[in-house]
């Protein structure tokens, strides 16, 4: 049966080495069953509720595409992501309710499934500079690094405008949009359990990713929540009467909310869902499947179709059972690794998360936002990665591509740092090429991001009260 379903022989590859694969990509990514739930618990949904979400949908698609593309990659709530929704469906001061953002993520799901279905998903793909995309992956993980130090308590926050301008003469830190108070030095960390705890934690993370231990970020939290033990910061209460079942009460399922549907702020929130999952997804997709060896294959273009489709199909699938946006994880290529080059690699992976729903739900509420800091400045550093791959020697590159990096930590915003990046990029080049007599030195300017930084630009301008 294996065999019929999954091609094992055609691949050169056996059912043991598959299901060791599918484990090792559990492994490296099971961090999310315990990250998500932190992140997304500032909107008011229950972390319960995340988890449960989490385990379900990145079960079921990356079981969607184990059997029906024949692909080992698993998929689950994409990092970045996440930290978008969090800040838009905020408690304290989002643009709109979680169940709002859900609606909206349903919504980028279908718009994501029509690109895909009618081709235009690749033309975009190609129309974003290679230095605009690798931007937009350092800057969310810059943005990411800032929510991991402030879930950690190594910093904190304030969301104001900003000092005035006599606090700024006087020497009061701004950054941007940002005003951040610095509590640092060893007397306040020994009475901080909390953001001493975090130190511990990403000096775990920082040694076991260095020594390329599978599973680092997942081991990382693990160690991390048993130290909090005797400091007092690991909560075990919960421990002591397990429940195995989630609170089906309590589970956002089916909650999506398009009240707000009406609203440009709605549609902006949309766009960038779309947009950011688009050259994540396409990127990760491309280079595991170029890893196994899939892509030179007869049939790799029209599988690679498949999954894409899969792929688009989990943003609207996350988004019925109450999460984020799901997408293909790199940290599929530990198990393609491992030997992984079939969609068995994925079905086991998605049986992992499926099985965890009841196997690790007692322990969700025991793990600590320290323990799960560390992971998020860890997989910044590893988001970071991609900057070596911009063109800092060309400034027509550069700038946009810098403005990109920096905005979307310093304003807090995703869609601050792409509209920006994509409106210099335009402006700059256009320029350039109007101006250069030398052909070579010319930069292409598809004519879509034409439409995009017309779009992005005409945000600022009617969108900027909301």
Known sequence: MLERLFKLGEFGTNPRTEIIAGITTFVTMAYILFLNPVVLKGTGMSEGAVFFATAVGAGLVTLMMGLFVNYPVGLAPGMGLNAYFAVVAAANGGVMTWQVALGAVFVAGIIFILLTVTGFRQMLVKALPDSLKYAITVGIGLFITLIGLKLGQVSTVSFVGGPSAEAIKAGAPVVNLLFFEWNIGLTNFVANKAAALTLIGLLIAGILTTLRVRGALLIGIILTTLIGIPLGVTNTASLSNPTFLPNFSELSLFKLDFSMLGSGIFWEVVIIFVFVTLF??????????????????????????????????????????????????????????????????????????????????????????????????????????????????????????????????????????????????????VLRNLFTKDADKKVNVHWLMWVIAILALARYIFLAGE
Do not use: C
């Open 280 to 429: 994540d997804s396409f990127g990760t997709l491309v280079g595991t499947a170029n890893r196994a060896g899939l892509l030179n294959r007869p049939d790799g273009e029209k599988r690679l179709g498949r999954a894409m489709f899969v792929d688009g199909s989990g943003v609207s699938i996350g988004a019925l059972l109450g999460i984020t946006p799901m997408t293909a994880y790199i940290e599929s290529a530990a198990g393609i690794e491992s030997g992984g080059r079939t969609g068995l690699t994925a079905v086991t992976t998605g049986i992992l998360f499926l099985l965890s729903v009841v196997l690790l739900a007692p322990f969700v509420q025991v793990i600590p936002d320290s323990a799960t800091a560390p992971a998020l400045i860890v997989v910044g550093v590893l988001m970071m990665s991609s900057v070596r791959h911009i063109e800092w020697d060309d400034f027509g590159i550069a700038m946009p591509a810098f403005l990109t990096i920096a905005l979307m930590p310093f304003t807090y915003s995703i869609a601050n740092g792409i509209s920006i990046g994509i409106i210099f990029f335009v402006i700059l080049n």
